[in-house]
């Protein structure tokens, strides 16, 4: 993938990352996230994941965002109304955020190899949906199971928290 | 061609992101949202560093793309069980609003 497209795409991604953030209307809030994604499963592929990019798109564009957008217009939220600003909360957050970035840069900044490009791959175009279905049912069977018991778990447990009445 | 540090970079601001919302933000759906971006940041980390460290057979090392995979599905029913969790609470207190939910706070 060329350089510029890389950054097309990371930046769509950041801009509407930030957009999530600082968005005051839940709805805008919830699109800007599935832009955001959009962009990060281009990242995905643009790395020869096609599979998870795909996987990407599905789960986030296609099920948790109409999740979100369902719950929003459920509770009839409308952007918030401006309530008394407390500026020293914000400015802890936004210097333990910053704080946290610098520490990343450090770690990235000293990491050997982070200055190099991508190895060449043996084949010019992966077959990943095969070696991870194989690794899936063969490698990780057992915790593929237990995310199966998860998935039913969640299932339950929202069905039982949507009751009308908690006993 | 973009470097494996470049990767990791957008990685990391997208998390601070999403770590910012969820310390700055008082409305907890956008909250949540912000988590989404915080267990996505660490997917492209991962996914970065499956790319890097080819396996012996010069293909990518897919034991990363299965964790990713893992990490997909757990996120999706963690939304599930928390939106339930929202709602339940938006019935009990009619708030999305974290600090009006304060019955625990000392």
Known sequence: MPAFLFWIFAILMLVFGAAVVLNRNPVASALSLVVSFLGLSALFMSLDAYLIGILQILVYAGAVMVLFLFIIMLLDLRAEERRKFNIVPVIGGAAVSLALFAQIYLVIDQLCGAKETFPRLSAPRTDDVRAIGLLLFDNFNLPFQIIAVLVLVATIGVIVLSKKELR | ?106
């Open chain 2, 1 to 106: 061609m973009a470097t494996l540090g470049d990767y990791l970079l957008v990685s990391g601001m997208l998390f601070t992101m999403g770590f910012a919302g969820v310390l700055l933000r008082r409305n907890i759906i956008i909250i949540f949202m912000s988590l989404e971006l915080m267990l996505n940041a660490a997917n492209l980390s991962l996914v970065a560093f499956s790319r890097y460290r080819l396996g012996a057979d010069g293909l990518p090392n897919y034991n990363a793309q299965v964790f990713v995979f893992f990490i997909i599905t757990v996120a999706a029913a963690e939304v599930a069980v928390g939106l339930a969790i929202i709602v339940a609470l938006y019935r009990a207190r009619q708030t999305t609003h974290v600090e009006d939910i304060n019955a625990l706070k000392f």
